[in-house]
T-cell receptor
Framework: DTEVTQTPKHLVMGMTNKKSLKCEQHMGHRAMYWYKQKAKKPPELMFVYSYEKLSINESVPSRFSPECPNSSLLNLHLHALQPEDSALYLC????????????????FGEGSWLTVV | AQKITQTQPGMFVQEKEAVTLDCTYDTSDPSYGLFWYKQPSSGEMIFLIYQGSYDQQNATEGRYSLNFQKARKSANLVISASQLGDSAMYFCAMREVNTNAGKSTFGDGTTLTVKP
């Protein structure tokens, strides 16, 4: 079983709705990630938090707003989304942001399937 | 620039046989890590195996092994004794040690279908 848990598993929202995706990890990891994945494509990095501070924003539209309330939690707030934002959203975590010569595996959650109608 | 190439969009294998999924990479960083992930249709991205660029031996994890050929810049995944539950999409990924902190490069993936 994955140690990165995401809720909800499925979400359908209208273009005027406000919703949030939630992610939790209890591995003591200090880096947490949001990825977006379209069908049959590799995941695309959206945001990275390191020690609860936003380290990377891959030029993501402002209708996606990340939040890291503490070292175990990561949220993605959604507002005024477009149908093309429908995708699988994957949360992930790793021990640290830096790769390191001994390895620093990124572990993913089960994902949240988002449909924007 | 870092790049991962997976040249097999789809692969078929008979149950109980072995299969090799190809992955080649390119990077200018002398230190890096290579990862394989499995993604069933349910969506979860499952970590399978890791190989560091300085590791002398090929990584193994149960039925998974990584055929690492550094000079050829290849990191092929070998799955032995395939099972029906191995049917999934498989991604090869790379992270660099000295550059691009926090960023992974993924290949386009290979869809593996195990036939009974």
């Amino acid at each position: 079983d994955t140690e990165v848990t995401q809720t909800p598993k499925h979400l359908v929202m209208g273009m005027t709705n406000k919703k949030s995706l939630k992610c939790e990890q209890h591995m003591g990891h200090r880096a947490m990630y949001w990825y977006k994945q379209k069908a049959k494509k590799p995941p695309e990095l959206m945001f990275v938090y390191s020690y609860e501070k936003l380290s990377i924003n891959e030029s993501v539209p402002s209708r996606f707003s990340p939040e890291c309330p503490n070292s175990s939690l990561l949220n993605l707030h959604l507002h005024a989304l477009q149908p093309e934002d429908s995708a699988l959203y994957l949360c992930a975590s790793s021990q640290d942001l830096v790769m390191g010569v001994s390895g620093n595996t990124i572990y993913f959650g089960e994902g949240s399937w988002l449909t924007v109608v | 620039a870092q790049k991962i190439t997976q040249t097999q969009p789809g692969m078929f294998v008979q149950e109980k046989e072995a299969v090799t999924l190809d992955c080649t990479y390119d990077t200018s960083d002398p230190s890096y890590g290579l990862f394989w992930y499995k993604q069933p249709s349910s969506g979860e991205m499952i970590f399978l195996i890791y190989q560091g660029s300085y590791d002398q031996q090929n990584a193994t994890e149960g039925r998974y092994s990584l055929n690492f050929q550094k000079a050829r810049k290849s990191a092929n995944l070998v799955i032995s004794a395939s099972q029906l539950g191995d049917s999934a999409m498989y991604f090869c990924a790379m992270r660099e040690v000295n550059t691009n902190a926090g960023k992974s490069t993924f290949g386009d993936g290979t869809t593996l279908t195990v036939k009974p």
